[in-house]
């Protein structure tokens, strides 16, 4: 279940008094579809079950962004993916909350940029590599459950630690108490609610 069909749902069932998924595909288009070294984190908390929707540019996670084409690029994919899938590695959470990943989606969404005015072929015959038009994202869904989830107050981001081409990430956490929405950085690396 994708993060805002997941808002949506604890929309309808009432948990939230305001929840706003516009907003952060708002902010998404802001950013514009790849700011190098920005990454978006979306958090819902919902009684004792967490859901993370983590989407950052493939620079940010493998260190370029077009498909994979050589033998080393292939391994830092592999690498980056079997990381994703480890998310208490990357986000580490309270011990006093007692969660365990139930669990972990990870892949890859290739991007064609829209704006371009030129047809590819013509692209293709201006000299322009065909990888130039297209960007890939990792995007990565976790479910948690958690013994107490109210514990999660803090949340130290390792993800910095694994991923050093990535700076930023804009972070949305939605609970019961509401929507919050500020930045982690390389510099800034910890949550604290």
Not at 24 to 40: D, F, I, Q, S
Not at 60 to 68: C, L, Q, R, S, T
Not at 128 to 139: G, Q
Request: hydrophobic share 45%.
């Amino acid at each position: 279940m994708g993060f805002h069909h997941y808002a949506r749902a604890l929309l309808a069932s009432g948990m939230f008094i305001f929840v706003s998924a516009a907003h952060a595909e708002e902010e998404r288009r802001e950013l514009g579809p790849h700011v190098h070294g920005h990454g978006t984190l979306a958090i819902a908390v919902e009684g004792n079950n967490i859901q993370m929707e983590l989407v950052a540019p493939g620079m940010d996670i493998a260190g370029f962004e077009h498909e994979a084409e050589t033998a080393r690029q292939k391994r830092a994919v592999e690498a980056a993916l079997a990381d994703l899938k480890e998310p208490l590695n990357l986000f580490e959470l309270p011990d006093s909350a007692g969660c365990a990943v139930t669990s972990a989606d990870v892949k890859i969404v290739a991007e064609e940029h829209e704006d371009d005015d030129a047809p590819a072929e013509a692209d293709k015959t201006a000299g322009i590599e065909e990888h130039d038009d297209h960007h890939t994202e990792f995007r990565a869904t976790y479910a948690f459950a958690c013994a107490d989830a109210a514990q999660v107050r803090s949340i130290n981001f390792r993800f910095f630690d694994r991923f050093r081409d990535s700076w930023e990430l804009n972070v949305t956490f939605i609970d019961a108490d509401g929507e919050t929405a500020f930045a982690v950085s390389r510099e800034f690396r910890n949550m604290e609610r």
